[in-house]
């Protein structure tokens, strides 16, 4: 997937915003694809790309939270965290099918299917430049602002 165009799609977001990715042509975007709000992991990844935030714009990158959650989840996600970035919901998995992140996952025993935590750095021409999957959380939001620095 690294280094394809990536199609442009529109989805809802936090904020009454919609957010169209060719409308960020010409900046860099960090699309973090995660499983759930309100959940342990998810709350320390959405923490983790917070606090370096300031460090992403001084990049000239934009940062937005993808699950399949409704927008008043992601409200009141984002209002609890504090979250200084959007959170785009895909509750039709369009963006989920587009990147290819919907996995069969164990859950306590049980296979449901689900996201698989994935973050995607898409260049300021509207391709892909890095790929992230199977995210483990510690420390991954600094290893994708050293990428975007580093482009």
């Given at each position: 997937m690294e280094n394809q165009p990536v199609p442009d799609f529109a989805l809802p977001g936090t904020g009454n915003a919609e957010f169209r990715l060719g409308d960020h042509l010409g900046k860099c975007v960090v699309l973090y694809f995660y499983p759930k709000d309100n959940t342990p992991g998810c709350t320390a990844e959405g923490l983790d790309f917070a606090a370096s935030y300031p460090a992403f714009q001084a990049a000239g990158c934009e940062v937005f939270g993808i699950s399949r959650d409704s927008?008043?989840?992601?409200?009141?996600?984002?209002?609890?965290?504090?979250?200084?970035?959007?959170?785009?919901?895909?509750?039709?998995?369009?963006?989920?099918?587009?990147?290819?992140?919907?996995?069969?996952?164990?859950?306590?025993?049980?296979?449901?299917?689900?996201?698989?935590?994935?973050?995607?750095?898409?260049?300021?021409?509207?391709?892909?430049?890095?790929?992230?999957?199977?995210?483990?959380?510690?420390?991954?939001?600094?290893?994708?602002?050293?990428?975007?620095?580093?482009?």
């Open positions: 927008l008043k989840s992601h409200e009141g996600f984002k209002a609890k965290l504090g979250l200084p970035f959007e959170l785009l919901s895909d509750a039709d998995e369009q963006a989920c099918e587009l990147f290819g992140v919907i996995k069969m996952k164990n859950m306590y025993g049980k296979k449901v299917r689900g996201i698989e935590r994935s973050t995607f750095v898409i260049d300021r021409t509207g391709r892909v430049a890095k790929a992230w999957r199977g995210v483990k959380v510690p420390n991954h939001a600094q290893e994708v602002l050293a990428f975007v620095q580093s482009i």
